[in-house]
């Protein structure tokens, strides 16, 4: 090859490849050990992986040996192949870079040592020493650099470049991966992307990025924040989106290829010069990507790659926090609403106000909030669960706290992944005890990992059977079918998912929810209501319609509206929403426009359903809080909000 990969970074952007793992699932290469156990198995398809993706536009192919290091392997029973398999999966990307035909180059792709879920880090020597031998067959199989991949922690991966550099002088590519804790991008270790480039900004390698766990709008702010380095290059690789479990309990990724597309051309606009995908990318995000950067000039770096932005969405207006010993400022409207609510004749039944209580902060922080969504006309808190991966209060702890502090009924979320029947049985016994009474029962998404964005988990038992549980506990039986000295008194409520990909599975499954002894069901977001409406028709002609809550929340800004309607999975943002939000962009008028539209949806939604949920962000914004959209969005419900948004 006449050019290194130094030189081509040097003097225009390379486009790499996506996800293999997806890919290889979605191909049929099921293992069940590691992964990258398929080099040496099935050749042939990881051949066919990199040539599709070649095919596609990308200049860089990484080896199917994320993860292929001997701690990671052995607890597959690998640890005896460490070199077979890295040095396998090096010349199979080799092999195709070598028949393409124009320039290529093989990244050989090296995870940290530490497995996930491990708490505490392999020991910096043992894990220098796996990360030298993985490298020393991955450079033995051909490949052009290493790149370091979805590192969480900044010592960890500056060890690593340091381990790659005692085998080898072939450049490294060295990736941090963020979560966003409710506007905060962390790595695990609580670092921020300037902390990052800052540990690494002399080690040595020739470029430092970012990929994994956050989708393309969120790497974005990532990749700003990390950039200009003063030294390395910048590299960034999203997910497509947020991942998901389907109905065969297989996950998959929201994400379309023209939004990866176009982020991918920001991300050059604000300095990146390696740019591909992670998990959820396919060969269609990478030939999104190389059309996109054929209208970019991509052979040279930006002038100001850092006056290149967006306008960035409304600063957070930090919710005052009460002290720890303050009194109830007021009392609330008693409990007994969801009661009241469900008993209530059809055409009597008043239409039922609850606010989601959710966000960052402590307990005192959502009390606060909590006490606002009250004043301004909530009859009802609901507690859902968070995807957050730090230490934050649990949300079964959160709902005791506002159940013991303000006089209104509060509602809980409760998920059944990564929990046992009998573990759930307990929780489920203790939260009756401590005064918990009305429940939503969902199956539940894993939170997005920063290493593996999500895992099988446990799937003893999914919503549908944790709803069965229940309602058992409330006939006075417990798992086993044994008599309980006392039954329980849940309400019970289960998820309907408007925007699910089946519709029809959708709505079969909803009416087996209340089969299984729903009282209520409740819709995740929605911003238009036909979706909506096919669920409850079949609910209607099943001769299982409940009351239903529909979950609404006011847009803060373009941005938020662009990530729904491209990144997260079952949300679906009609046109209608998002061309008002398009003109409104990102600044202080967004989130009126915001709630505007929320407020016309709602008085859309009276005739339909029985109530809804009303969501916010955790922070106010400049015109949304927790009592302004309470209490605009109960005054649509009833009618008397008369504003309009121009379409």
């Given at each position: 090859?006449?050019?290194?990969?130094?030189?081509?970074?040097?003097?225009?952007?390379?486009?790499?490849?996506?996800?293999?793992?997806?890919?290889?699932?979605?191909?049929?290469?099921?293992?069940?050990?590691?992964?990258?156990?398929?080099?040496?198995?099935?050749?042939?398809?990881?051949?066919?992986?990199?040539?599709?993706?070649?095919?596609?536009?990308?200049?860089?192919?990484?080896?199917?040996?994320?993860?292929?290091?001997?701690?990671?392997?052995?607890?597959?029973?690998?640890?005896?192949?460490?070199?077979?398999?890295?040095?396998?999966?090096?010349?199979?990307?080799?092999?195709?870079?070598?028949?393409?035909?124009?320039?290529?180059?093989?990244?050989?792709?090296?995870?940290?040592?530490?497995?996930?879920?491990?708490?505490?880090?392999?020991?910096?020597?043992?894990?220098?020493?796996?990360?030298?031998?993985?490298?020393?067959?991955?450079?033995?199989?051909?490949?052009?650099?290493?790149?370091?991949?979805?590192?969480?922690?900044?010592?960890?991966?500056?060890?690593?470049?340091?381990?790659?550099?005692?085998?080898?002088?072939?450049?490294?590519?060295?990736?941090?991966?963020?979560?966003?804790?409710?506007?905060?991008?962390?790595?695990?270790?609580?670092?921020?992307?300037?902390?990052?480039?800052?540990?690494?900004?002399?080690?040595?390698?020739?470029?430092?990025?970012?990929?994994?766990?956050?989708?393309?709008?969120?790497?974005?702010?990532?990749?700003?924040?990390?950039?200009?380095?003063?030294?390395?290059?910048?590299?960034?690789?999203?997910?497509?989106?947020?991942?998901?479990?389907?109905?065969?309990?297989?996950?998959?990724?929201?994400?379309?290829?023209?939004?990866?597309?176009?982020?991918?051309?920001?991300?050059?606009?604000?300095?990146?010069?390696?740019?591909?995908?992670?998990?959820?990318?396919?060969?269609?995000?990478?030939?999104?990507?190389?059309?996109?950067?054929?209208?970019?000039?991509?052979?040279?770096?930006?002038?100001?790659?850092?006056?290149?932005?967006?306008?960035?969405?409304?600063?957070?207006?930090?919710?005052?926090?009460?002290?720890?010993?303050?009194?109830?400022?007021?009392?609330?409207?008693?409990?007994?609403?969801?009661e009241r609510w469900l008993r209530g004749r059809p055409a009597?039944?008043?239409?039922?106000?609850?606010?989601?209580?959710?966000?960052?902060?402590?307990?005192?922080?959502?009390?606060?909030?909590?006490?606002?969504?009250?004043?301004?006309?909530?009859?009802?808190?609901?507690?859902?669960?968070?995807?957050?991966?730090?230490?934050?209060?649990?949300?079964?702890?959160?709902?005791?706290?506002?159940?013991?502090?303000?006089?209104?009924?509060?509602?809980?979320?409760?998920?059944?992944?990564?929990t046992s029947l009998l573990a759930l049985q307990a929780d489920?016994?203790?939260?009756?005890?401590?005064?918990?009474?009305?429940?939503?029962?969902?199956?539940?998404?894993?939170?997005?990992?920063?290493?593996?964005?999500?895992?099988?988990?446990?799937?003893?038992?999914?919503?549908?059977?944790?709803?069965?549980?229940?309602?058992?506990?409330?006939?006075?039986?417990?798992?086993?079918?044994?008599?309980?000295?006392?039954?329980?008194?849940?309400?019970?409520?289960?998820?309907?998912?408007?925007?699910?990909?089946?519709?029809?599975?959708?709505?079969?499954?909803?009416?087996?929810?209340?089969?299984?002894?729903?009282?209520?069901?409740?819709?995740?977001?929605?911003?238009?209501?036909?979706?909506?409406?096919?669920?409850?028709?079949?609910?209607?002609?099943?001769?299982?319609?409940?009351?239903?809550?529909?979950?609404?929340?006011?847009?803060?800004?373009?941005?938020?509206?662009?990530?729904?309607?491209?990144?997260?999975?079952?949300?679906?943002?009609?046109?209608?929403?998002?061309?008002?939000?398009?003109?409104?962009?990102?600044?202080?008028?967004?989130?009126?426009?915001?709630?505007?539209?929320?407020?016309?949806?709602?008085?859309?939604?009276?005739?339909?359903?029985?109530?809804?949920?009303?969501?916010?962000?955790?922070?106010?914004?400049?015109?949304?809080?927790?009592?302004?959209?309470?209490?605009?969005?109960?005054?649509?419900?009833?009618?008397?909000?008369?504003?309009?948004?121009?379409?």
């Open positions: 090859m006449s050019e290194s990969f130094t030189e081509a970074l040097g003097r225009r952007v390379l486009l790499g490849d996506g996800a293999m793992g997806t890919l290889a699932r979605a191909s049929g290469g099921l293992v069940e050990g590691h992964g990258a156990e398929l080099c040496v198995i099935a050749p042939e398809l990881v051949s066919a992986l990199h040539e599709r993706y070649l095919a596609a536009g990308a200049d860089v192919l990484q080896t199917h040996t994320f993860a292929a290091s001997r701690p990671r392997l052995e607890r597959h029973g690998l640890a005896r192949r460490v070199r077979e398999i890295n040095l396998a999966g090096a010349r199979l990307a080799a092999a195709v870079r070598d028949a393409a035909g124009r320039p290529a180059w093989v990244a050989g792709s090296v995870s940290p040592a530490t497995p996930p879920g491990l708490a505490v880090p392999v020991e910096e020597a043992r894990a220098a020493i796996a990360i030298r031998e993985q490298v020393e067959a991955l450079v033995e199989g051909g490949v052009d650099l290493v790149v370091l991949e979805t590192f969480s922690r900044a010592a960890e991966l500056l060890a690593a470049i340091r381990a790659v550099q005692d085998v080898t002088d072939l450049p490294v590519v060295a990736q941090a991966t963020f979560v966003d804790e409710d506007g905060e991008l962390l790595t695990a270790a609580g670092e921020s992307p300037a902390d990052v480039v800052a540990r690494l900004v002399d080690a040595g390698a020739v470029a430092v990025g970012t990929n994994c766990t956050l989708g393309p709008q969120g790497l974005l702010d990532v990749v700003r924040r990390m950039g200009p380095t003063g030294g390395p290059f910048l590299s960034a690789q999203p997910n497509a989106g947020l991942p998901h479990v389907v109905a065969d309990r297989s996950v998959r990724f929201a994400g379309d290829a023209e939004h990866f597309a176009r982020y991918v051309l920001r991300y050059v606009e604000a300095g990146a010069r390696l740019v591909g995908g992670c998990c959820g990318t396919t060969p269609e995000h990478t030939a999104a990507a190389a059309r996109a950067l054929t209208t970019h000039d991509a052979w040279s770096p930006p002038a100001t790659p850092r006056d290149a932005r967006v306008v960035p969405a409304p600063r957070a207006v930090p919710d005052p926090t009460p002290a720890p010993d303050e009194e109830i400022d007021q009392p609330g409207p008693g409990r007994g609403a969801v009597s039944r008043e239409f039922l106000v609850a606010a989601e209580v959710a966000g960052a902060g402590g307990p005192d922080e959502h009390l606060s909030r909590a006490r606002r969504a009250v004043s301004g006309g909530a009859s009802v808190l609901w507690v859902s669960r968070s995807r957050a991966r730090r230490a934050t209060t649990s949300t079964t702890g959160l709902a005791v706290h506002l159940h013991d502090r303000i006089d209104v009924d509060t509602a809980l979320t409760v998920t059944s992944w990564q489920l016994l203790g939260l009756h005890a401590l005064g918990v009474r009305t429940l939503v029962c969902e199956t539940g998404n894993p939170p997005v990992h920063a290493e593996q964005a999500v895992g099988d988990g446990v799937w003893e038992v999914d919503g549908l059977e944790l709803l069965r549980l229940a309602a058992d506990l409330n006939r006075g039986v417990d798992a086993d079918g044994a008599e309980l000295g006392t039954a329980t008194v849940f309400r019970l409520g289960a998820r309907v998912t408007p925007g699910a990909d089946d519709l029809d599975r959708e709505a079969e499954r909803a009416v087996a929810k209340v089969e299984a002894g729903a009282e209520f069901l409740v819709s995740r977001p929605v911003f238009e209501l036909e979706r909506l409406r096919t669920v409850l028709d079949a609910l209607d002609a099943a001769g299982r319609r409940v009351p239903v809550l529909a979950s609404v929340g006011a847009l803060t800004g373009y941005a938020q509206a662009e990530h729904l309607r491209h990144e997260v999975p079952d949300v679906v943002v009609p046109d209608a929403v998002v061309e008002p939000m398009r003109r409104a962009g990102d600044g202080p008028d967004a989130a009126r426009t915001g709630l505007s539209l929320a407020a016309e949806l709602v008085a859309e939604a009276a005739a339909l359903v029985e109530g809804v949920v009303v969501r916010w962000p955790g922070s106010a914004v400049p015109g949304l809080d927790p009592a302004t959209a309470v209490t605009r969005l109960r005054a649509a419900a009833n009618g008397v909000d008369g504003s309009r948004v121009r379409r």
